[in-house]
């Protein structure tokens, strides 16, 4: 029943994402980003995990964020860890092209303490996530060191997500979106690849 569980929640957060609409509906208050959250071998890590690369479309051979999600099930919660991969430019494009993430596990990861997301199932096929308490996960944002607050619904159809940054001082927001959430359709999954290699 556990592993059922969590690989009904792996095909819903893995998947090719795209907030193309919203952006084309308001250009000046939202750009177009694709997320592909793609899933690992389980051998990879000896582990449910995930590769994941956040990107402009108009750039995306320059994603601003990469990282391995490990993923474990505790009770009904559902936890992401977030790790930073050592030489993480070697697997630029590894969302696109799943060979270039076939040496990614000789590679260290560096667990970022204090910013694993915790999500629990709303109703059936629903899930909502907010990064673990404590305001522990620190981002630097030019000069200022910030804090991450983070909160992220999703189904099979849609991820909405809204993240934002405060400066650990005076807690004042320094980065974020002014304008709400972001919210992304699935336009691809990879359900196929679950089911055989998990």
């Known amino acids: 029943m556990k592993r059922k569980a969590v690989v009904e929640f792996a095909k819903i957060i893995s998947g090719v994402f795209s907030n193309k609409e919203q952006a084309l509906e308001n250009p000046r208050k939202f750009a177009h980003i694709q997320i592909h959250i793609r899933p690992l071998f389980f051998k990879t890590y000896k582990c449910f ?3 994941s690369e ?4 108009h750039d995306i051979w320059n994603p601003y964020r ?3 999600n490990k993923l474990s099930h505790e009770k009904e919660i559902f936890i992401l860890s977030n790790h930073k991969i050592e030489d993480k430019e070697r697997f630029t494009g590894g969302a696109l092209d799943i ?13 970022k303490s204090g910013c694993s997301m915790f999500f629990r199932k709303t109703n059936p096929g629903n899930f909502s996530g907010t990064i673990e308490s404590g305001c522990r996960c620190y981002i630097q944002y030019g000069r200022d060191k910030t804090y991450v607050k983070s909160e992220v619904s999703v189904n099979k159809h849609l ?9 650990v001082e005076t807690d004042k927001k320094i980065w974020g979106s002014d304008f709400g959430p972001l919210i992304f359709k699935k336009i691809d999954d990879f359900d196929c690849f679950i089911d055989k290699n998990w």
Do not use: P
């Not at 956040?54 to 479309?57: D, L, V």
């Open 49 to 51: 995990a995930f590769y």
């Open 54 to 57: 956040q990107r402009y479309q």
């Open 66 to 68: 990469q990282s391995i």
């Open 99 to 111: 060979s270039l993430l076939e040496n990614i596990s000789k590679h260290k990861l560096y667990k």
């Open 159 to 167: 991820l909405i997500s809204e993240d934002s940054g405060y400066e």
